[in-house]
């Protein structure tokens, strides 16, 4: 045998380790020696390789979405770490096995136990403590401590917070004095930006930036100080704090050395300046990213975003090359955004039809990027509603509002606006079609159906022209709205009108503030409510009236609403009025537009002089006059109310400004009363109530809280009394109050009585209630859950389906123990569950993940069949009730809607 065999080498190792006689747990050189070699190059490795990969396919499945400020990491979201948790589990797995296959007993043990034995003085203990502290750092420092930190990273990305925090937070306690206690820390940050806890995140910063240890700091590598930076970055971005995030994006970008992280870096911080609006900076880093070759998407975004800060003659520049770019089919997919970066640039040039065109032509061109078409839909819309265009602006809202998600940054503006506006558009349009039926009322029937045949033509014509477009949607006429304006006086050749459907009027009653005495048969009297400025919209009943019912393309759909009497002329004009006074009130108190206001309150005057609403229209009109120091024209509609209206509470007003202080006080007296009388109900002090509430009339007549007052002593019957009179008192509620809020309620209540009351007889509220509103089942989301799928026996092989089931488990779901079982629920219907989860959210992530990779169970039907996650505490109330559709309301209410 030649000695410089290789055989050699492994006789002397076999020989090294006999010699050593000793456990490869001790804590000996060649044992660190053998763990460190071991656990780099197998367990940790694999596992290591397995997190990149899940990283990898994360971030392809992934997409900027550069309408808004990009992210400084890509760390996707909920439903995209599902498709990695495969990845993530095996990284998990194999960094589990180094820790418990390579973690070895430090010397500092043995250390311990012979100092206490032998009492050592103090000093030289303290000192032998803190050699043997390092002594266990030193042995940990080899690739264990990698392993925790691998962990932690593979919770994190898959959104499993608290189990990510404590892998961080045990390298950070434990690895003190190595840079993997900084990188630990800067994870720490993440998880809590990710989580929204910011304070917590400046808690780690200041940590890591204390003085004690700046210069420890200095010395870590680039690489580390690179990724903190970032994530400085990261924490006030995420606050919308991006003035702030400026320099330490800077910094980072100086730091880092990887080409496709830099370059993102850079683009961000050009979108920082452009939100701070200084453009030129901006535009530098946009040509900087140009120079970077960044992927097409992101150069492309940066020549747009280049566009909108330049003006002057750079902004024709930029322009030629944006109109360059339409010419080129490559960027066909891009086209909306280079349309509605042409109008950013023709806005600041203060060219507003062309702004408009371009918008519409962005509209036109978007068809997968909805973002961007609901961006341009905004736009118009701001455009309407500030030249003023309410109608044609409420049109273009309505459009953003479906077209643009709801974690939008400007959604909630954009649905208060069209709710603001969805009354004037109501209001003009009864306006119109009340005024277009009395004009066609007032023709011949020779001219009528000439009118109505003329209208059909332009419905039809109407319908090839969007023909047409459907089959160029490139095509956009120049100037010419693509939405046609409303309100106009001839309702009928008004599109819009009768495609929104607008066309029907609301009556408005009940407690609505500044409307209470609108359709009041005495005038006279006064909320005290009408002087407070806010507006308050509630949920009313709703009467239809003037709906285009049947084929708009046949006479007798508009012939056969056309008022034909004097009681139907009166009814119409009654509408008109009605809708010109609400119209009236919506511009001066939801808009705060008083111009609007004063013109639609006189053009009701002048239309009808004696109108019902002529006190309460003359009172606005001299307060809106009053508050634009028009002061003739305030004295002109003041005397009208004091020479012909000199009773009514708004002269009283006029002539005494404190009498409205004392119908507030009236207001106040009988809410203090009612608040009391509550609260004895909340005593159960029944019969109290009960008497409070039968003087409460003769108290307070006319009072706004009658309603409830009667509701609540109908309650308290029903608390104290029998059922039958517990009904009897609720019914009275529903006749008193028709039109109240509390209608609904004691409906609702009669109901649920009505199914009890052939079981219940006699019995007091307190056990019907218990009866008819509690549940079978509870919520709790910290008990045990199963997921549970519900197939019918014909509709499966049902052990494919459960080896299917299993399988996906250990590939998505390998670390969760998880347990695949099939029961019967009857004589056909099967039950697949999967158990069991710790907690609900950890059942819901896996029901969640369900959904999404529904394609993995192949024996699946493509069906939709009931599933749902169920407490161990429910499963057999469900499994003896057998109602599947109870339980599935039961979990659509406590576990998907909240």
Not at 300 to 313: D, E, H, P
Request: charged share 30%; glycine share 4%; with cysteine.
């Amino acid at each position: 045998m030649q000695w410089n065999n290789p055989f050699r080498y492994t006789v002397l190792l076999l020989i090294v380790l006999l010699l050593t006689q000793c456990s490869t747990k001790k804590d000996a050189f060649m044992n660190r020696a053998y763990h460190n070699m071991t656990a780099r190059y197998n367990a940790y490795f694999n596992g290591n390789e397995s997190f990149k990969e899940g990283k990898t396919k994360l971030e392809q499945n992934y997409k900027d979405d550069y309408s808004k400020i990009l992210p400084v990491f890509r760390f996707g979201d909920e439903q995209i770490s599902k498709t990695i948790y495969p990845e993530m589990d095996r990284a998990i797995l194999k960094a589990s096995k180094v820790i418990q296959r390579h973690e070895i007993v430090p010397k500092s043990s043995k250390k311990k136990k012979k100092k206490k034995r032998k009492k050592r003085k103090k000093r030289k203990k303290r000192k032998k403590k803190k050699k043997g502290d390092k002594d266990k750092e030193d042995v940990h420092k080899n690739w264990i401590d990698d392993s925790y930190l691998l962990i932690g990273k593979s919770h994190f990305y898959k959104y499993d917070y608290p189990e990510a925090m404590e892998s961080f937070e045990y390298v950070a306690k434990h690895y003190k004095k190595y840079p993997i206690k900084y990188y630990a820390l800067i994870w720490m940050m993440k998880t809590y930006n990710q989580k929204g806890e910011f304070g917590s995140t400046q808690a780690i910063r200041d940590r890591i930036y204390d003085k004690k240890k700046k210069k420890e700091l200095e010395k870590q590598p680039k690489r580390l100080l690179a990724e903190l930076a970032a994530t400085e970055a990261d924490y006030f971005m995420q606050q919308k704090m991006y003035g702030h995030a400026i320099k330490p994006l800077e910094k980072a970008i100086e730091l880092t050395r990887k080409r496709k992280i830099r370059v993102r870096y850079v683009y961000i911080l050009a979108q920082l300046y452009q939100k701070k609006r200084e453009f030129i900076k901006a535009s530098q880093y946009y040509v900087q990213v140009l120079k970077m070759n960044p992927t097409y998407e992101m150069a492309f975004n940066a020549q747009i975003n280049r566009a909108k800060g330049l003006s002057g003659k750079g902004s024709q520049d930029i322009r030629k090359e944006l109109e360059k770019m339409l010419t080129d089919q490559k960027n066909s997919e891009y086209f909306d955004q280079i349309y509605y970066a042409l109008a950013g640039l023709a806005q600041r040039d203060g060219e507003k039809k062309a702004e408009i065109d371009y918008l519409k032509l962005c509209i036109t061109a978007s068809v997968e990027n909805k973002i961007q078409k609901g961006m341009a839909y905004e736009r118009l819309a701001n455009i309407y509603f500030d030249k003023p265009d309410y109608p044609l602006a409420k049109a273009y809202y309505d459009s953003a509002s479906t077209t643009l998600p709801d974690s939008y940054d400007n959604y909630r503006e954009i649905v208060n606006k069209k709710n603001s506006l969805k009354d004037i558009v109501k209001y003009l349009n009864i306006i119109a079609y009340e005024d277009s039926m009395q004009i066609l009322a007032g023709l011949s029937e020779k001219e009528r159906k000439k009118v109505v045949d003329k209208i059909i033509q332009d419905v039809i014509d109407s319908e090839l022209k969007e023909k047409e477009l459907a089959n160029n949607p490139q095509f956009v006429p120049p100037g010419k709205d693509d939405i046609p304006k409303t309100g106009s006086m001839w309702y009928f050749y008004n599109t819009a009108a009768m495609s929104f459907g607008y066309n029907e009027f609301v009556r408005k009653w009940g407690d609505r503030k500044l409307a209470d005495n609108w359709r009041r048969k005495n005038k006279n009297s006064i909320d005290p409510d009408i002087f407070e400025e806010d507006f308050e919209d509630d949920e009313e009943e709703n009467e239809f009236l003037g709906e285009i019912t049947g084929d708009p393309k046949q006479r007798d759909s508009y012939l056969e609403n056309i008022p034909s009497n004097r009681t139907q002329m009166k009814a119409s004009t009654d509408r008109i009025m009605d809708a010109y006074y609400s119209l009236g009130i919506v511009y001066k108190e939801l808009l705060l537009d008083d111009e609007q206001a004063i013109g639609t309150f006189e053009e009701l005057l002048d239309r009808y002089p004696k109108t019902e609403y002529r006190l309460s229209t003359c009172y606005q009109l001299y307060r809106l006059h009053l508050g634009q120091n028009r002061t003739g024209k305030a004295n002109k509609y003041r005397d009208i109310i004091l020479n012909e209206y000199p009773n009514s509470d708004y002269a009283k007003i006029i002539q005494n400004p404190d009498y409205i202080k004392k119908l507030q006080a009236e207001k106040n007296k009988t809410e203090n009363y009612y608040n009391q009388t509550y609260r004895a109900f909340e005593h159960n002090q029944y019969a109290l109530v009960i008497s409070r509430c039968d003087v409460s009339d003769s108290l307070f007549p006319k009072n706004k809280f009658q309603p409830k007052f009667d509701y609540l002593r109908a309650l308290s019957i029903g608390k104290s009394k029998n059922i039958l009179e517990f009904e009897l008192a609720l019914k009275e509620v529903v006749s008193k109050h028709p039109n109240d809020e509390v209608k609904p309620q004691a409906e609702a209540t009669l109901a649920l009585i009505s199914k009890v009351k052939l079981t219940l007889k006699d019995t007091a509220f307190s056990q019907v209630e218990d009866t008819v509103i509690g549940e079978l089942y509870s919520y709790n989301s910290r008990l045990a859950h199963y997921y549970i799928i519900v197939i019918p026996d014909s509709a499966v092989t049902i052990n494919k389906l459960t080896n299917d089931f299993s399988n996906y488990n250990s590939k998505f779901f390998s670390l969760s123990n998880l347990q695949t079982k099939n029961m019967m629920l009857d004589d056909i219907t099967h039950l697949i569950i999967i158990q069991k989860f710790s907690n609900s959210q950890k059942a819901i992530k896996y029901y969640d993940s369900i959904k999404q990779n529904r394609k993995e169970i192949a024996a699946l039907p493509p069906d939709d069949f009931p599933q749902f996650i169920i407490s161990s505490a429910n499963f057999p109330l469900f499994y003896k009730e057998k109602k599947v559709e109870n339980y599935s309301a039961f979990f659509q209410d406590k576990y998907l809607s909240n």
